[in-house]
């Protein structure tokens, strides 16, 4: 009788053994050095431009050395800056997680001094918004805007509001985008349009109609945040801080999201129609 595995290249042992499966497993990443120079660099840029006030980030500094030394520190502090709070609360899970170690500490205090030591902050100066044509059809630029136009806002829709925006206002705002995107209400997609609207502002270009729809919370955000710079009641360095505290939340790792769990019913049986115990 012929061996149905004389041809098949079979040569013993169990079929079941012959092959081992290399199952990959993802570690968590460790951060490094590199890592720590892309924070120094925007805080670099932020306090340079007066968007971040000196005492944040001197209070900012005492609390690296504490997380270094793993010393108490007011965890509860509130920084002006929304993005010095958002740092601080990615590197605090971080070093909970072991995921960056005192080497990184170290550099991120020594760049952080130097910042504080060798930077003069000066504000931004405002850009003479662009000439007509260089603006691109379907767009108008800020500066034709006047209470009696109705081609760039409707008056009977504007928001009004009595005084200029203050520092509080604004985290509020930067506040409440955090917590819709971190809480998985609106993409990554949706938040870097939101930016790239918000960055078209800042330069005199208001897009209309050719501009996709944002969700309904950005859209509402874009256009209070609009309405109020048109009206000078958001100065340019105001909405430039915004711009900048997206681009931070953008580069944030969101939390896993949870997987929704369906309850069974205890009453409904899982046995199959004619099984008998």
């Not at 079941?16 to 670099?44: C, F, G, M, S, W």
């Not at 609106?186 to 270009?205: F, M, R």
């Not at 969101?254 to 899982?270: A, G, M, N």
Request: proline share 5%; net charge positive.
């Amino acid at each position: 009788m012929n061996d149905p595995l004389k041809n098949t290249g079979y040569k013993g042992g169990s079929p079941r053994t012959r092959y081992q499966y290399n199952h990959k497993v993802i570690k968590p990443k460790i951060y490094d050095n590199e890592d720590a120079q892309k924070i120094i660099d925007i805080l670099l840029t932020q306090y340079s431009r007066d968007y971040i006030l000196k005492n944040d980030l001197t209070t900012f500094l005492s609390t690296l050395k504490s997380l270094r030394s793993n010393s108490n520190y007011d965890k509860n502090y509130k920084y002006n800056s929304l993005a010095v709070n958002n740092i601080q609360n990615t590197l605090e899970q971080l070093h909970s997680d072991s995921r960056i170690n005192n080497d990184y500490l170290s550099y991120l205090i020594n760049g952080v001094t130097n910042i504080i030591e060798k930077i003069k902050p000066t504000k931004e100066e405002i850009p003479t918004p662009p000439s007509p044509d260089k603006v691109g059809e379907g767009s108008k630029l800020i500066s034709s805007y006047s209470n009696n136009s109705t081609n760039v806002r409707n008056p009977q829709e504007k928001k009004l509001i009595s005084k200029n925006l203050k520092a509080k206002d604004i985290l509020k705002i930067s506040s409440s985008i955090k917590d819709h995107y971190l809480g998985y209400n609106i993409t990554k997609d949706e938040l870097e349009l939101l930016s790239k609207y918000l960055v078209d502002l800042k330069s005199g270009i208001i897009i209309d109609k050719t501009r996709k729809d944002l969700p309904d919370f950005l859209s509402k955000s874009y256009n209070f945040i609009k309405g109020a710079y048109i009206d000078k009641l958001l100065s340019i360095s105001q909405l430039t801080f915004l711009i900048q505290d997206i681009g931070i939340l953008l580069k944030i790792e969101r939390p896993t999201q949870p997987k929704e769990t369906k309850e069974i019913d205890p009453k409904i049986s899982t046995i199959s129609p004619g099984y008998k115990k």
